[in-house]
Every structure is written in structure tokens, then in C-alpha cells.
């Protein structure tokens, strides 16, 4: 590699024109061309991801204008228990999710045939079907589109990290110091705005690839209908004997993994921690009595609460405009 040329120039500027090269045959299904009944959900494959991180760069360079500018220095929050975020001196972190990463790769070694395998592979938001961040989001900040892509609105996020709480892979991050919060109750009303992986559903609905998988020279993501994925990920399943992953986790997830080992034995490989996501089994976190209680509380006053937040900040808005 040339003096001066870093890896991340030489991802942008080799891989970008090799991936949009791989790409540009690619139909889009119908759906992705707008909301519908018809889910959409990604297929990885983590057989051909080589851990290049062109997906990383991709997603960061599309989505860099969605990235939180805070507001320093912070306001001292009330209790002095509730901890200050902030990742806006570590906006080059891509080992984990952050409010300026939202996708990341995971490597696991793993013992297959008697010899060590590495394998890697892009972790981002699932897009539940049934996500408990937007059932639970007191707000309605975080909510559902038509075609399964879930979405944390920033203009009325507070902050307060519910969707990260209840969320199996606690995947939403938060930043401090940004956010309709510091124009209400800066001490008091949340702590920022929460950030995740939104699946490019912008390019989506024109009718355009994510950006990850738009990038990537293996072709390790596809998108379509949910049904056309699943059934496609049990074919190649059946193929190789292998796994899959997302089919039944919290009853079904819009992001599809195959793998032809285990995905306990990937879990027991791969680092976790805070923004860096499990691959355990996991239940129905909705059926649960007390975040079913929760949710149906919680549901006739988000909407009203996600009205009003969006009255309040297109209020502030005109009062800038006007000044």
C-alpha cells in the first residue's frame, strides 16, 4: 500500500468502485420501491464476508449527516446519577456500535473439521418484527415503517434510553448534549438522542440499495421480502447443513443470518459488551406479562406524546426562522 494511502482512503476509492461495480446488476424487488405489506428484511451470508469493513465506511459516509453535533458543555443532569454519553471525540471508533457507527464487524474463531476458522461479519440493528423499542418508546420516537425497517426519529428523541434498555441486543446508543432535550428541560428531560442503524430507508424508499450492501465486492447482504429471504436462507441452510439466525430470535427479526457453524459457538467466540451485540437465542421479549402491562400503558400516549414533541420542535423552528 502506497505511503499516505490509509486503509480507509483505499477502501473508499478500490472496494467503493468494485462493490457499486457488483451492485449495479442487481434488481430491486418491487417492494423496495415503498412502503407496503410487504416486509423487507437482509440475508448475510458470513461465509464470503472477508472483513474488509467497506460496509463500515459505506454507512458512514451516507449517513455522516444524520451524525449528532452536541451542544458542550453539557448540562448538568438531575439526579447526578444519570451519566453523560459522549462519543463525539471517538467518532473514529468502527470495533462497535456508537452514535457515529452503526454498523461494525464481529469476528469469531471457531474450531470446524478439526481446524481454526475466523469468520467475520457485519452486526447492526435486527429491525424486529415486533420491536420492543417502538412498543415501548414512551415518546414514539422509535417506530416501525410499513416495511419493517425500524427508525429512532431525532427531532423528538429525549434521550432517555429506553429503546436501549429493552432492546435484546441493546443496540441503540445515545450522545449527550444534542436533541430537542436541551430546548425543553436540559436538567431534567432525558439526555440526548438515541442512534442506530435506520437501514437506509431513505435510499430504500427511492428505490436504492442500503449503502452497506450496495458496497460490498462479496455480496455477502441481499434485501427482498421478507418470506423470499427466509426462504433463501433455508435453501442455502439445507445446502451446507448450516444455521440460521433472526428467523425466531424475539419471534422474528428482519436481518437474516446464515452460518455453517453454530450460532452458540460463534457466541462463544466473539467479543461482547456494551455496543458490541450477542448472538444468543432469545425469546419473545413482548410476551413477557409486565412488558405486555407496559406496552399496552404506554401505547395510547406515545402518539399523542410523539405529536406533541413534533409541535414543539417545528414551534422552536419557526421562532429560529423568524429571529
Known amino acids: 500500500m502506497e505511503k499516505g494511502l490509509t486503509r480507509r482512503s483505499f477502501l473508499k476509492s478500490g472496494l467503493a468502485a468494485a462493490g457499486a461495480a457488483a451492485a449495479a446488476s442487481v434488481a430491486l424487488p418491487a417492494t423496495v420501491r415503498g412502503a407496503g405489506k410487504n416486509e423487507l428484511a437482509t440475508l448475510i451470508d458470513i461465509r464470503k464476508c472477508i472483513g474488509c469493513e467497506a460496509c463500515v465506511e459505506a454507512c458512514r459516509e451516507v449517513n455522516k449527516k444524520k451524525y449528532p ?17 459522549d462519543w463525539s471525540g471517538k467518532r473514529d471508533v468502527t470495533d462497535r456500535l456508537t452514535p457515529y457507527n452503526w454498523l461494525f464487524i464481529q469476528h469469531a474463531t471457531v ?5 481454526k476458522k475466523t469468520f467475520s461479519f457485519p452486526r447492526r440493528c435486527m429491525h424486529c418484527q415486533n420491536p420492543p423499542c417502538a412498543d415501548l418508546c414512551p415518546w414514539g420516537a422509535a417506530r416501525k415503517l410499513e416495511n419493517g425497517i425500524s427508525v429512532i426519529d431525532p427531532d423528538i428523541c429525549l434521550g432517555g434510553s429506553k429503546c436501549r434498555n429493552v432492546c435484546p441486543w441493546k443496540i441503540p446508543q445515545r450522545q449527550t448534549g444534542v436533541g430537542l432535550y436541551l430546548k425543553l428541560l436540559p436538567s431534567l428531560a432525558g439526555n440526548g438522542v438515541m442512534y442506530k442503524c435506520d437501514r437506509c430507508h431513505e435510499r430504500v424508499a427511492r428505490g436504492e440499495l442500503p449503502a452497506c450492501i450496495e458496497i460490498c465486492p ?9 418470506e423470499d429471504i427466509l426462504k433463501e436462507a433455508m435453501d442455502i441452510s439445507r445446502k451446507i447443513g448450516g444455521y440460521i439466525y433472526g428467523a425466531d430470535e424475539n419471534v422474528g427479526t428482519n436481518t437474516i443470518y446464515i452460518s455453517p457453524v ?41 402518539g399523542l406524546a410523539a ?3 413534533r ?3 417545528v414551534s422552536r423552528r419557526t421562532k429560529e426562522d423568524m429571529k
Request: aromatic content about 6%; hydrophobic content about 40%; charged content about 25%.
Open 111 to 115: 474450531t470446524v473439521d478439526g481446524n
Open 311 to 313: 409541535l414543539a420542535n
Open 262 to 302: 453454530p450460532f452458540q459457538e460463534l457466541n462463544r467466540a466473539i467479543e461482547k459488551g456494551d455496543g458490541k451485540p450477542h448472538l444468543k437465542k432469545v425469546e419473545d421479549y413482548m410476551a413477557h406479562a409486565d412488558t405486555l402491562a407496559k406496552a399496552m400503558l404506554i401505547a395510547p400516549f406515545a
Open 307 to 309: 405529536a406533541a414533541l
Open 69 to 85: 453535533e452536541p451542544v458542550k458543555p453539557f448540562p448538568r443532569m438531575y439526579p447526578s446519577s444519570v451519566k453523560i454519553s
Open 218 to 226: 462479496e455480496k455477502v447482504q441481499k434485501i427482498g421480502p421478507r
